[in-house]
């Protein structure tokens, strides 16, 4: 697993938080090529990205476990990933796990064809890959729903605090102007 220095992080575009580290790292996929739903991470804490040398670390709170409905494909994500970024293709990846036969293996490398033809590539250490289709990492539709109900239950949640505050402040004024 690759150090992230403060030399490094000096270097790097650097997020913070859940939701842009989503956002950011789903540009960061679709700008390379690939499926925006390959990392399906939650409680992203920290993504960051030189872009010079395409070397990306993404950190979240805890490992997570994913099935890729459409092939049956379980994948852990540890708490740190690590990896260099190209076009199409993600190279010396750490951090990801897929399970074969009962036994988890670490995945190397993840690419897709340049021209597209709908299949990516995983690769571990020894050279063996499987091919899968890509549409089987887009973004579930489930997700891309939960992530859009979780904003606007915040958003509503807000309107509701400020129409109580507002409330807060009319029932002030009254007892003011009774008082008067």
């Known amino acids: 697993m690759a150090q992230i220095t403060d030399e490094l992080k000096a270097k790097a575009e650097v997020y913070y938080g859940d939701d842009i580290c989503r956002e950011k790292s789903r540009f ?16 992203i804490i920290e993504v960051g990205y ?10 979240q709170k805890k490992k997570i476990e994913h ?10 994500y540890g708490t740190e990933i690590t990896a260099y970024v190209e076009k199409c293709k ?8 897929t399970k074969e036969l009962m036994i988890w ?17 995983g ?19 489930e997700e891309e729903e939960e992530d859009h109900l979780a904003k606007k239950v915040e958003e509503e949640s807000k309107v509701e605090e400020e129409s ?13 102007v009774g008082a008067a």
């Open 105 to 121: 293996i670490s995945l190397v490398e993840l690419s897709v064809d340049d021209p597209p033809t709908g299949k990516l590539i």
């Open 67 to 76: 099935t890729f409905k459409k092939i049956g494909r379980a994948v852990a």
């Open 90 to 97: 993600i190279r010396k990846l750490t951090g990801v796990k």
């Open 28 to 43: 960061l996929l679709q700008e390379v090529g690939l499926p925006r739903g390959l990392l399906p991470l939650k409680d």
């Open 50 to 59: 030189v872009e010079e040398t395409g070397f990306v670390w993404l950190k």
């Open 123 to 141: 690769k571990i250490a020894s050279g063996l890959y499987r091919t899968f289709p890509t549409s089987a990492f887009e973004l579930e539709e």
């Open 164 to 176: 109580k505050k507002m409330e807060s402040k009319v029932e002030e004024e009254s007892k003011k």
